[in-house]
């Protein structure tokens, strides 16, 4: 039996739809383990904790704001995929200042968070 396999998401920061182009991405952080060697064995592994991050292509409209999108802290995001599990970002931030391709009429962020929570 085939089951359906994530295609594509929607992105909603508090309460309100993001008019996103397809291809956005979730990091629900955690930890990067780098190993540790010496004396030609590895001994083991350090943690270094990351911190949950969202990327997504915003479309510009009229009435897109720029400086808005850049000021955003505090935020909460809710991320769905289309085969319904759901994620929620907590006291999001946008990480980088939000720059307009004119050409694409697009607006890439990057969101960081301090916390990912699986939800559905």
């Not at 995001?77 to 980088?96: I, M």
Request: with cysteine; charged share 30%; net charge negative.
């Amino acid at each position: 039996m085939s089951k359906k396999i994530t295609g594509s998401a929607t992105i909603n920061l508090d309460g309100d739809e993001l008019k996103t182009e397809d291809g956005a991405t979730l990091n629900p952080g955690g930890a990067n383990r780098t190993a540790k060697t010496g004396g030609r064995k590895v001994h083991g592994f350090q943690e270094e904790m990351v911190e949950p991050s969202l990327e997504c292509t915003v479309m510009h409209t009229k009435d897109t704001s720029l400086r808005e999108l850049s000021d955003i802290t505090g935020a909460t995001v809710f991320f769905e995929t289309d085969t319904g599990r759901e994620y929620v970002l907590r006291d999001a931030w946008v990480s980088e200042p939000a720059v307009l391709n004119a050409k694409e009429g697009t607006v890439p962020l990057k969101f960081g968070a301090v916390a990912c929570e699986e939800i559905g």
